[in-house]
């Protein structure tokens, strides 16, 4: 059986138990700190806003991020290709100069 840690995180006020691989821990603590950094930045430019509604900008913020990285990730083996091709066309070019 995997070794399991707990830990708690404090995502704004509220505190999150986890039980985690190990190896987890470290990206479970950014993720807490980076939620509370972008909820910071939202609280200071809405001061009279909801704690929900500073919440719903937070998880669109990060919704966006990861479907920028998906779009990303999709693009990568195209711009492999392409980077392949260019070589490839680089090389000729070079062989009959």
């Given at each position: ?15 999150l138990a ?34 929900e509604l500073?919440w719903v ?41």
């Open positions: 059986m995997d070794s399991k840690q707990h830990i708690t995180l404090q995502v704004g006020a509220h505190h986890y039980n985690i691989a190990p190896e987890l821990e470290e990206s479970y603590r950014k993720a807490a700190v980076l939620l509370n950094q972008r909820y910071d930045f939202y609280r200071s430019r809405m001061p009279k806003a909801s704690a500073v900008y937070v998880a669109l913020e990060v919704g966006l991020n990861l479907c920028d990285d998906s779009r990303k990730k999709n693009i990568q083996p195209i711009l492999e290709r392409v980077q392949a091709m260019n070589q490839k066309i680089e090389q000729q070019i070079n062989t009959e100069l």
